[in-house]
């Protein structure tokens, strides 16, 4: 995909990816290759690739570049997998899962960002992509298992509802916390095993649902 934005992602993922242990080559290139200036608002494309995140409208954001790649990373994709995103948000994330992953389902709250969000996908061919309006703490039952599932906003607990409909042998990355107390976990399932890894500390908008946090 050459234009004139080309030259900025190849410098975001050498400088903020490669130099930061992002070293999977699936996610390398995916990130190469989907435009992210194209999922933020006109006004900021000129920030598009610089390591922070971004508004996108209604208290939201398109996280910071590394995260996107990190959390992607950590669900060691090999390809032809069914993938739950949660938060779609601008639709960035499940694009990058998209290059990977066969289909992503991807829930959103706002369904104003949804419509938004598919518009874009569709308009980037990104036909492997089915976003919906809903509750993501529930998860999406009538899909899964899930071989991999990422959550792009913090609850106080791991939502059991996305726990079950975890594939056993499956990655499930999110974060979980309130406030400054927020870090990035990584689970597996294991039969009727669920194994928790800790992996840093973290900065992500509340998620907000039955099996998360209670709206104001």
Do not use: C
């Amino acid at each position: 995909m050459s234009d004139a934005y080309e030259p900025l992602r190849a410098k975001m993922v050498r400088e903020q990816l490669m130099a930061r242990h992002i070293d999977d080559e699936r996610v390398l290139k995916a990130m190469y290759t989907v435009p992210r200036h194209l999922f933020v608002h006109p006004d900021f494309q000129k920030n598009a690739y610089e390591d922070r995140p971004l508004p996108i409208g209604n208290d939201q954001t398109i996280s910071q570049p590394f995260m996107v790649a990190l959390m992607t990373q950590l669900l060691e994709l090999t390809g032809g997998e069914k993938v739950l995103d949660i938060g779609t948000g601008s639709g960035y994330q499940a694009a990058v899962l998209a290059e990977i992953a066969s289909v992503v389902y991807s829930i959103e709250r706002h369904e104003s960002l949804a419509r938004q969000a598919l518009h874009r996908l569709r308009e980037l061919d990104y036909d492997n992509v089915e976003v919906l309006v809903g509750d993501g703490t529930q998860g999406l039952p009538s899909r899964a298992p899930f071989d991999g599932i990422l959550v792009a906003a913090t609850g106080p607990i791991i939502p059991g509802p996305l726990r079950t409909q975890m594939a056993d042998g499956a990655r499930m990355v999110l974060p979980v916390g309130e406030g400054e107390d927020q870090n990035l976990m990584r689970v597996w399932r294991d039969g009727n095993r669920w194994e928790v890894e800790k992996i840093l500390r973290v900065r992500f908008v509340p998620l907000l649902g039955r099996f998360g946090f209670v709206e104001d």
